[in-house]
């Protein structure tokens, strides 16, 4: 499945990538990727049925925890290396031909 990779896929993902190994949950990732909880949670499925995560419920006792079970999220190792082509490759987009530089904001001198 292609991965459509807006600039909140590229968030998630990015938080995903700065701990490979580190298996995340959903506040979490709302916090960290400074996304509403109705952006991230399509966005996690999404990932999750093209094989870029996996997720799986936290193994506690709702009850004894005082909390519900939270899903944890982790990349894959396809999903790693996935994200970091499709992240290199906006990246790449954004840079203006000749200058090496993500394109920014014109700014009018007064």
Same mark, same amino acid.
């Given at each position: 499945m292609q991965v459509r990779i807006t600039v909140p896929v590229a968030r998630v993902l990015r938080v995903f990538?700065?701990?490979i190994g580190e298996q995340r949950y959903g506040f979490e990732l709302m916090r960290e990727a400074g996304l509403a909880s109705g952006t991230l949670y399509p966005i996690l499925a999404r990932l999750e049925q093209a094989g870029w995560l996996? %997720?799986?419920?936290? *193994?506690i006792d709702p009850e004894?925890?005082?909390r519900p079970a939270r899903r944890f999220y982790r990349l894959t190792a396809e999903g790693?290396?996935?994200?970091h082509f499709a992240l290199a490759e906006l990246d790449?987009?954004?840079r203006r031909p000749g200058t090496? %530089?993500?394109?920014? *904001?014109?700014?009018?001198?007064?």
């Amino acid at each position: 499945m292609q991965v459509r990779i807006t600039v909140p896929v590229a968030r998630v993902l990015r938080v995903f990538l700065d701990d490979i190994g580190e298996q995340r949950y959903g506040f979490e990732l709302m916090r960290e990727a400074g996304l509403a909880s109705g952006t991230l949670y399509p966005i996690l499925a999404r990932l999750e049925q093209a094989g870029w995560l996996t %997720g799986e419920m936290e *193994p506690i006792d709702p009850e004894e925890a005082g909390r519900p079970a939270r899903r944890f999220y982790r990349l894959t190792a396809e999903g790693a290396r996935s994200a970091h082509f499709a992240l290199a490759e906006l990246d790449a987009q954004l840079r203006r031909p000749g200058t090496g %530089g993500l394109i920014r *904001p014109r700014r009018d001198h007064a």
